[in-house]
């Protein structure tokens, strides 16, 4: 088949209108730290929204949940999305209008600012620092090594002299400096406020294609009914005493092939919006606790519109990838039906694109609603690393006014430099790892886990300081044996538990039992962070 480059065309013109756009916003820069770190508590509903659900969608939810739903079936979307809804939402209820009132009243712009005064201790936040940025880093890695993922079969054969190592498609190297460049270009020139404008527009894009794709794709198989059909045919497992999801005319498509604990304790994962530092950031920016309504409102129903498609999509590619109709589900490899070759679980979604919708521009569109997922997540967190590194590193404990405004952004983005860098160099290493659903579902779960330290801090008075130290040990200690034994990264549970749900209980016990036992909080943090 002759080669499009249309697809590339319309990449390019959509990388160039996001940095335009995100440039122009940097021309808003009001020059202060305050405005770059949280765009001055400036930002309204519609751009909150769009953020904080930009944010929280990236290559996990577009490549990650399709590859997913391929391996396991419709069960994927009850796993994340349906328990995401409505957790997210709660989380922002709970804990984001919250956190946003307190940190708004004393100056707050970083997780750690928040809970060294709430705890009364300044060594809490150099132990959180070291483990906030471990777990933000896989995070990056899963939004660059999506975007190869995607980049890679889109591209291939465009380039067969230039780059015939990888059968002419663009290398990770130059697809990662292309994504990296353009996400630092514009934080560098705005910050937050830079981020949301990106954010806003990204979110759009990547909700359009996304319904976009689906409809499309649905087209390519003859409509809704073919498509199950057709993924029915191809994997049909009756088991009457497991959960079945049926067709309308009563046929099984599969089990949902997950246990019912491992179910209910992947509920913990969504916890983890609780404790992310680029959420809470976004928070930071909104205009007033009032701004939070629509985000807690459609937030589920976002989620709802991208992770559908999606997880649809997956089950949908059952029947075109697989080696033999009857073979046992799943199966041990997975062939592309018409000789493409072997396909990898990461590159599910992108190659059901290119096989189905035979049109390069819708091609072009979808890849570009793609890559809009994953570079709405990545803004956000190469600043918050270098807001927390520049406030809670730099700056902490040092005099009011020792480092001018213009000197703080600058070292705020010296830090973005350095990680942006280490991020792409540990991506092209790791740039074969099989399935980035996995790999975020570690990162959420550390998250999530060290949820057990914001809830106490908000709503119990009694929480110590040591309490906290041990919250945080507990959670630190367990996560890093159970990704020990996972393999550095797999699937693994105990006796079907989720990882996430031991570490949370045992940081929330933890905090419990440390806390009755010693000395509480001063008079003047109670009345600092409990009495309005």
Known sequence: MEVSYTPLVIIVIYLSLLLAMAMFSGKLFRGTSKDYFVASHSIGPFMLLMSVFGTTMTAFALVGSTGKSFQIGVGTYGLM?????????????????????????????????????????SALGYLLFPILVLLVIPYLLIGVIGSYRVLGPMTKGMFPDLFSSTGGSLPPWLIGIVICGVVLAYIFAGGSRAAAWANTFQTIVFMAMGVLAFLLVSKAFGGLSAAIEQANAAHLVRTPSELEITTSAGKAIRDIGIHPVTFLTYMFIPLSVGMFPHLFQHWLTAKSAKTFKLTVIAHPLC????????????????????????????????????????????????????????????????????LAAIMSSLDSQFLCLGTIFTNDVVLHNKPEGHFTDKQQVLIARGFIVGIVALTFILSLLLKNVQNVFDLAVWSFSGFGALTALVIPALYWKGATKHGAFACVIAVAVTWIFFFWKSGWGGEYTVAHIMPVAICFMAGLISMIVVSLFTQKPSEETIRKFFVQ
């Open 81 to 121: 999305a349906s328990s995401s809804g409505l957790i997210h939402a709660a989380c922002f209820f709970l804990i984001g209008i919250k956190v946003w009132a307190i940190a708004k009243r004393h100056g707050y712009v970083t997780q750690i600012q928040f809970f060294r005064s709430r705890f009364e201790s």
């Open 303 to 370: 989620i709802m519109v991208v992770w559908v498609p999606c997880v649809l999509l997956g089950l949908w590619a059952t029947g075109v990838f697989s080696p033999n109709p009857s073979s046992a589900w799943p199966p041990p490899a997975f062939k592309v039906i018409g000789g493409a070759g072997d396909a990898e679980v990461g590159k599910v979604l992108s190659v059901m694109i290119n096989m189905l919708i035979h049109k390069p521009i819708i091609v072009g569109l979808v890849t570009a609603g793609i």
